[in-house]
């Protein structure tokens, strides 16, 4: 599982995320070991992803695919004012029920 917290620039082009987005969910959905994804917005600005993935190497796999890599530089150069990224390996897990 990965987590991706992150606020935009006040001028990011809204219209170019969006596009980057759509292709980056087309992607990700295509990926080996992708199982799902969660986006959460908060009324501050803040957002958070979560990423669930079947394993370890498979979240790393996607983090090196080459699109994926294009994209989070366009996201350092055009998006986002900050952003941090939690990779939860060797996470432990509890549900319930």
């Known amino acids: 599982m990965n987590v991706f917290r992150s606020r935009k620039r006040a001028d990011y082009d809204a219209a170019a995320y969006a596009a980057d987005a759509a292709r ?3 992607l990700a959905r295509a990926q080996p070991g992708f199982l799902d994804y969660k986006s959460f917005a908060a009324p501050d600005g803040e957002t ?3 990423s669930v993935w ?3 190497e498979a979240a790393r796999a996607w983090a090196r695919h080459p699109e994926h890599r294009e994209a989070q530089a366009r996201g350092r150069e055009a ?3 900050e952003y ?3 990779s939860c390996d060797g996470a432990v897990e ?3 029920p």
């Open 84 to 86: 941090t990224v939690y």
């Open 79 to 81: 998006y986002y004012a």
């Open 54 to 56: 079947e394993s370890v």
């Open 94 to 96: 509890r549900r319930f």
């Open 24 to 26: 980056m969910d087309e």
């Open 48 to 50: 958070v992803t979560i």
